[in-house]
């Protein structure tokens, strides 16, 4: 993700967090490396309020600018963290958030009507589970798109199997 804005009051006061990330040059990276983000690692990066703010902000330049590690999230997801930011930080926020994936390198990943369905099958099959749609739709593409490294601090990412960045 390039442009992250911090929270505020109105959108001239709202500043870049954290560097723009490299947009790959194009060379394929493993699997591995490529990095799906959930919507609690964007709250965390940006609300210096969250518990996670410090690691999440670590993790950002550790990995994606560092490393130069591809992002990606999905549909979902942008929906889901767009709430996040509603309920936590406010509508100029919200709207930033929204903004930013216009020239952002983090590509949103749209589900479809078969990973909904997947999704919804994961629900059914993990009945002690508290997996959300939006949880299961994300289990639901990278597993069919070979992405197993989720950027989260929702353990229901771990709990179905998944790595994640954070501790």
């Avoid at 919200?94 to 983090?106: G, H, N, P, S």
């Avoid at 009507?113 to 009945?127: G, K, L, P, S, V």
């Avoid at 994300?138 to 990412?157: G, I, K, V």
Wanted: hydrophobic share 45%.
């Amino acid at each position: 993700m390039r442009h992250l804005l911090t929270h505020g009051r109105s959108t001239s006061t709202l500043r870049t967090l954290w560097p723009r990330a490299p947009v790959s040059s194009g060379a394929v990276l493993p699997t591995r490396q490529r990095v799906f983000i959930d919507s609690s690692a964007y709250l965390a990066l940006v609300s210096r309020r969250d518990d996670c703010h410090v690691e999440a902000s670590r993790l950002w330049h550790d990995v994606v600018i560092a490393r130069r590690w591809p992002t990606y999230t999905s549909n979902y997801i942008v929906a889901e963290a767009h709430a996040l930011f509603l309920s936590r930080l406010g509508r100029d926020p919200a709207e930033a958030f929204l903004r930013q994936f216009a020239t952002t390198a983090t590509v949103v990943l749209r589900v479809s009507e078969e990973d909904e369905q997947h999704a919804i099958n994961i629900i059914y099959r993990f009945r002690d589970k508290m997996f959300s749609l939006t949880d299961a739709t994300s289990f639901a593409l990278m597993e069919r798109l070979d992405m197993p490294l989720a950027f989260t601090f929702d353990q229901d990412f771990r709990q179905y199997g998944l790595q994640v960045l954070t501790g």
